[in-house]
């Protein structure tokens, strides 16, 4: 699973750079400044995101594969599709439902993080 992490943390940075110029570039005009702040927040929250997959992955290899890891990993990437895949829609669209899936990809990057701190611990 690490190397899964590692490709997914980089392709998800990969994503995030290319999101964050097209939002620079081609959003700028078009969005108003609160839906262009809201665009600009999905984008940290996925390359810091993107950063800690890799992260992960590379935890994973030196801690030896652990469930609780691999949980980990995936409750990020979730949040991150979740988090900010639901800023992007809602800076695009306008359509505030989507304001109200934010917090559960949240929720998800919370436990990714709690549960690679309880790995970790197991791990002293």
Excluded: E
Excluded at 36 to 43: A, H, S
Excluded at 50 to 64: Q, R, T, V
Excluded at 93 to 107: C, E, K, L, Q
């Amino acid at each position: 699973m690490s190397k899964y992490f590692i490709f997914l943390g980089s392709l998800n940075a990969f994503l995030a750079v290319g999101l964050g110029a097209f939002g620079a570039h081609a959003l700028k005009s078009r969005l108003s400044a609160d839906m262009l702040d809201v665009y600009q927040t999905g984008v940290q929250y996925h390359i810091f995101h993107a950063l800690g997959l890799i992260l992960i992955g590379i935890i994973s290899h030196w801690l030896s594969q652990s469930t609780l890891i691999n949980w980990s990993g995936g409750f990020i990437l979730a949040g991150i599709v979740i988090f900010s895949g639901s800023l992007y829609v809602l800076s695009i669209t306008g359509i505030r439902t989507f304001g109200a899936i934010t917090p559960i990809g949240g929720i998800a990057f919370l436990a990714g993080w709690i549960l690679l701190a309880y790995a970790s611990l197991k791990h002293l």
